[in-house]
């Protein structure tokens, strides 16, 4: 699985945007960008995930440049709630490949009121 | 759909005792994961079992063994327990039938003294 890079923390005001960059310069063409994120105490949690094109669900849009070395999770309206620490993964698709998760140190966001 | 349970949520062992861990991952999945997570290494991938199987494993010693019933429940087994072994372990489940999302349960917080 390629290796990711992501900011170690960052702040965010409640109700602004949230823009958690991840850089994954050495991705292969069949290897997607997954986001979990893990807020206290609880087992990390999927947030979205993405091969090339843009991708938005309830939770979060993701972002990945055209030539695919990064990209960003958008969180539109940062609550309280969403303090947590999300993690950018990069990995093949899931199914005969097996499941396993490789998790670096990820980016500790918290948001404040 | 209850989601994945895992028991117990605490345990407190010492050093060179051996402790058995449990999961039960969603119905219908077919696929569990296990990871440790600890303050310095953070999370890492432990094993992930499948139809009864084990499909991946990752670089942790003989003394983390795993297994998987007809039921898909799982359990992991960590013998002579060394200090080091103190961590959240967590699984995790998948349905395995192409989806991406992982379930993540709340973890078992091990104590070793």
């Known amino acids: 699985d390629a290796k990711t890079t992501q900011p170690p923390s960052m702040d965010c005001a409640e109700g602004r945007a949230a823009n958690l960059p991840c850089n994954h310069s050495?991705?292969?063409?069949?290897?997607?960008v997954y986001w979990y994120r893990q807020i206290h105490s609880q087992g990390p949690q999927y947030i979205i995930h993405?091969?090339?094109n843009n991708e938005t669900n309830e939770m979060a849009s993701l972002i990945i440049t055209e030539d695919r070395k990064s990209s960003t999770l958008i969180l539109p309206h940062a609550t309280l709630r969403d303090t947590a620490v999300y993690y950018c993964i990069v990995r093949v698709a899931t199914g005969a490949a097996g499941n396993k998760l490789t998790f670096g140190g990820g980016t500790r966001v918290l948001v404040k009121p | 759909k209850a989601g994945v349970t895992q028991t117990p949520r605490y345990l407190i062992k010492t050093r060179g005792q051996q402790v058995t861990l449990s999961c039960s991952p969603i119905?219908?999945?077919?696929?569990v994961s296990w990871y440790q997570q600890t303050p310095g290494q953070g999370l890492q991938f432990l094993f992930e079992?499948?139809?009864?199987?084990?499909?991946n494993k990752g670089n942790f010693p003989g003394r983390f063994s795993g297994r998987q019933f007809s039921n898909s429940r799982s359990e992991m087994n960590v013998s002579t327990l060394e200090l080091g072994d103190s961590a959240l372990y967590l699984c995790?489940?998948?349905?395995?039938?192409?989806?991406?999302?992982?379930?993540f349960g709340p973890g078992t917080r091990l104590t070793v003294l």
């Open positions: 050495t991705i292969s063409g069949n290897e997607y």
């Open positions: 119905s219908g999945h077919r696929s």
């Open positions: 993405g091969l090339k």
């Open positions: 995790a489940s998948s349905s395995n039938s192409g989806s991406p999302e992982q379930f």
């Open positions: 079992y499948f139809s009864e199987t084990q499909r």
